[in-house]
């Protein structure tokens, strides 16, 4: 089979495809063949050495395919989702098979296409255990997210109106599509604008998808007793934040942060199994995304990398 590999950390330039034999199903595993994958910011920080992935690697979190080897009534059925350690510890997505236990699979919702099946994955199980497993986020409750108008972002909107909350939304860009309330931080303050947005009573959850020079603005606009998520440093995992621990204290606040490396294969398929009813029933929707050709990878993993497009990116196989 063909994969997309690298044997050193750098650029999408260190990229290459291989011929690379198809992998040996170990007890208990299933052979799934990529129809789509999708390319995350988080794919291209694998490439850098972000998470001190075992070399030579296959990257690629997100994926649609069909199993055909192993898994007994899963042969045949078309699946989702994104894999456990993929591009870290065991190979991904962006090769024409990969193999994983029969355990983290999730059958794909029938009305998306692989192609927006493909870019579920990371950017909504970010959002789903950010709002609801760790911020328990409650109906009638107000909700900041901040790069709202990124994919992340877009997810947790859709799951936030679904579970009955507001959202104020905060963003350098234009705007931010189906938003309560939209804060443009090129012409307002992130405090001033969600206070005034809530009557000067502060938000319940903060989705921090930002962190840097926002994250200490975040914990500002929260109301006495509420619960911020961070999930990303814009400027780098070495950059400090500061904060003022008297008012934190004072205000009874709760900081939780949220890494999706940390799920296990079993917990991101049953993360994907209850999205899979938000899509059927209408809550949840993708765009249709941006098709390459397998070929064309490197092309595409620059094209994020320099974040040429905010258009999702999908690769696609046969």
Same mark, same amino acid.
């Given at each position: 089979?063909?994969?997309?590999?690298?044997?050193?950390?750098?650029?999408?330039?260190?990229?290459?495809?291989?011929? @690379?034999?198809l992998?040996a199903?170990?007890?208990?595993?299933? %052979?799934?063949?990529?129809?789509?994958?999708?390319?995350?910011?988080?794919d291209?920080?694998?490439?850098?050495?972000?998470?001190?992935?075992?070399?030579?690697?296959?990257?690629?979190? &997100?994926f649609? +395919?069909?199993?055909?080897?192993g898994?007994?009534?899963?042969? +045949?059925?078309?699946?989702?989702?994104?894999?456990?350690?993929?591009?870290?510890? !065991?190979?991904?997505?962006?090769?024409?098979f @990969?193999?994983?236990? /029969? /355990?983290?699979?999730s059958?794909?919702?029938?009305g998306?296409?692989?192609?927006?099946?493909?870019?579920?994955?990371?950017? =909504?199980?970010?959002?789903?255990?950010?709002?609801l497993?760790?911020?328990?986020?409650?109906?009638g409750?107000?909700?900041?997210i901040?790069?709202?108008?990124?994919?992340?972002?877009?997810?947790a909107?859709?799951?936030?109106?679904?579970?009955?909350?507001? @959202?104020?939304?905060?963003?350098?860009?234009a705007?931010?599509p &189906?938003v309560?309330?939209?804060?443009?931080?090129?012409?307002?303050?992130?405090? /001033? +604008?969600?206070?005034?947005?809530?009557?000067?009573?502060?938000?319940?959850?903060?989705?921090?998808t930002?962190?840097?020079?926002?994250?200490?603005?975040?914990l500002?606009?929260?109301?006495?007793?509420? !619960?911020?998520?961070?999930?990303?440093?814009?400027?780098?995992? $070495?950059? $400090? @934040?500061?904060?003022? %621990?008297?008012?934190? =204290?004072?205000?009874?606040?709760?900081?939780? +942060?949220? $890494?999706?490396?940390?799920?296990?294969?079993?917990?991101?398929?049953?993360?994907m199994n209850?999205?899979?009813?938000?899509f059927q029933?209408? =809550?949840?929707?993708?765009?249709?995304?941006?098709?390459?050709r397998?070929d064309?990878a490197?092309?595409? =993993?620059?094209?994020?990398?320099?974040?040429?497009?905010?258009?999702?990116?999908v %690769?696609?196989?046969?």
């Amino acid at each position: 089979m063909k994969a997309l590999r690298f044997n050193q950390f750098g650029t999408p330039s260190v990229l290459h495809i291989e011929d @690379v034999p198809l992998p040996a199903l170990q007890e208990g595993e299933v %052979l799934v063949q990529i129809k789509a994958s999708s390319i995350n910011p988080s794919d291209v920080g694998t490439v850098a050495g972000r998470f001190h992935s075992q070399l030579p690697m296959t990257p690629g979190r &997100d994926f649609a +395919g069909i199993v055909v080897e192993g898994g007994g009534a899963w042969k +045949g059925k078309h699946v989702w989702g994104t894999g456990a350690g993929f591009g870290v510890i !065991r190979p991904g997505a962006h090769s024409e098979f @990969v193999a994983m236990p /029969s /355990s983290w699979l999730s059958e794909k919702p029938e009305g998306l296409s692989m192609e927006q099946a493909a870019v579920v994955g990371v950017p =909504y199980l970010a959002a789903w255990q950010s709002l609801l497993e760790a911020g328990h986020l409650q109906k009638g409750e107000r909700l900041l997210i901040t790069g709202a108008s990124g994919a992340v972002g877009s997810a947790a909107t859709q799951i936030a109106h679904w579970k009955g909350a507001t @959202v104020i939304a905060a963003d350098l860009a234009a705007g931010a599509p &189906d938003v309560d309330v939209f804060v443009n931080l090129k012409e307002e303050d992130l405090v /001033s +604008g969600v206070r005034k947005a809530t009557n000067g009573r502060g938000v319940d959850l903060v989705l921090d998808t930002v962190g840097a020079n926002l994250f200490a603005s975040c914990l500002r606009t929260l109301r006495v007793g509420g !619960r911020q998520i961070a999930i990303a440093n814009a400027t780098g995992p $070495d950059a $400090d @934040v500061r904060l003022n %621990l008297t008012d934190f =204290y004072h205000n009874q606040l709760h900081l939780i +942060g949220v $890494d999706t490396q940390k799920l296990s294969g079993p917990q991101i398929a049953g993360l994907m199994n209850q999205l899979r009813e938000g899509f059927q029933a209408g =809550y949840l929707h993708v765009s249709q995304p941006e098709t390459n050709r397998f070929d064309q990878a490197v092309v595409v =993993y620059t094209k994020v990398a320099e974040k040429k497009t905010r258009t999702k990116q999908v %690769l696609v196989f046969g």
